[in-house]
Nanobody
Framework: QVQLAEFGGGLVQAGGSLRLSCAASGRTFSSYAMGWFRQVPGKEREFVAAISASGGKTDYADSVKGRFTISRDNAKNTVYLQMNSLKSEDTAVYYC?????????????????WGQGTQVTVSS
């Protein structure tokens, strides 16, 4: 079992940057594909970015390509989401998630473990 905890959310002006971190418990972090998702009230959870277990492959939602970067440090059991050029439409609760697979996943239903979420608010 994996426990996840997100850090780094907050309030930022449009055009600014934030870096989210997700710390995972357990000794098999390197066996898990990881993803970042976001959700706003009244809407479904939305895929943002994903990374394979090794970190060798990544994928992004079209809305964040070129602005967000997902990465991981398996030695530190941590996955990151660097968010640049933030827009007001990026405002959401951001969740990290883990799936025991070498392959990255885009569907939130594929993920077994979730963090509690961290609020990101971008003011225009």
């Amino acid at each position: 079992q994996v426990q996840l905890a997100e850090f780094g959310g907050g309030l930022v002006q449009a055009g600014g940057s934030l870096r989210l971190s997700c710390a995972a418990s357990g000794r098999t972090f390197s066996s898990y594909a990881m993803g970042w998702f976001r959700q706003v009230p009244g809407k479904e959870r939305e895929f943002v970015a994903a990374i394979s277990a090794s970190g060798g492959k990544t994928d992004y939602a079209d809305s964040v390509k070129g602005r967000f970067t997902i990465s991981r440090d398996n030695a530190k059991n941590t996955v990151y989401l660097q968010m640049n050029s933030l827009k007001s439409e990026d405002t959401a609760v951001y969740y990290c998630a883990a799936h025991r697979s070498r392959l990255l996943k885009l569907d939130p239903d594929e993920y077994s473990y979730w963090g509690q979420g961290t609020q990101v608010t971008v003011s225009s």
